[in-house]
C-alpha cells in the first residue's frame, strides 16, 4: 500500500530556511501528480506546490520565488526547499500523491518566529 512520510519540520528563525522530505513507498507507477500541502490553525488546507509527471511545477503566490519543490525518483522522495521563510508560513506540511486515487502523509510541523 501507498505509505507517505513527512519530515524535516522544526522550528526556525523568520528569514531562515528548512527542507521538508517526503518518503514515498508502495507506489504500483508513477504518480500524475505529487505536493505540498500546509494548514495553519483555524485555516482550510492549501495547496504549496505541485509537480507533475512530466516535471512540471506550479506554486502558491504566496511561496513563489521562496518555496521549490523537487522530486528524486531513485529516492522515491519529494522535498520542499522553504526559503525566507515568514511567520504566516507556520503550518502543518503535508504531501500529496495522486495516483488511481489520492494519498495524504501524516504532516510535518513548521513553525517560523518571528
Known amino acids: 500500500q501507498v505509505q507517505l512520510v513527512e519530515s524535516g519540520g522544526g522550528l526556525v528563525q523568520a528569514g531562515g530556511s528548512l527542507r521538508l522530505s517526503c518518503a514515498a513507498s508502495g507506489m504500483p507507477f508513477t504518480p500524475n501528480a505529487m505536493a505540498w500541502y500546509r494548514q495553519a490553525p483555524g485555516k482550510q488546507r492549501e495547496l504549496v506546490a505541485s509537480?507533475?509527471?512530466?516535471?512540471?511545477?506550479n506554486y502558491a503566490d504566496t511561496v513563489k520565488g521562496r518555496f521549490t519543490i523537487s522530486g528524486d525518483n531513485a529516492k522515491n522522495t519529494l522535498y520542499l526547499q522553504m526559503n525566507s521563510l515568514k511567520p504566516e508560513d507556520t503550518a502543518v506540511y503535508y504531501c500529496?500523491?495522486?495516483?488511481?486515487?489520492?494519498?495524504w502523509g501524516q504532516g510535518t510541523q513548521v513553525i517560523v518566529s518571528s
Open positions: 509537480i507533475s509527471k512530466g516535471g512540471g511545477t
Open positions: 500529496y500523491a495522486w495516483l488511481s486515487s489520492v494519498y
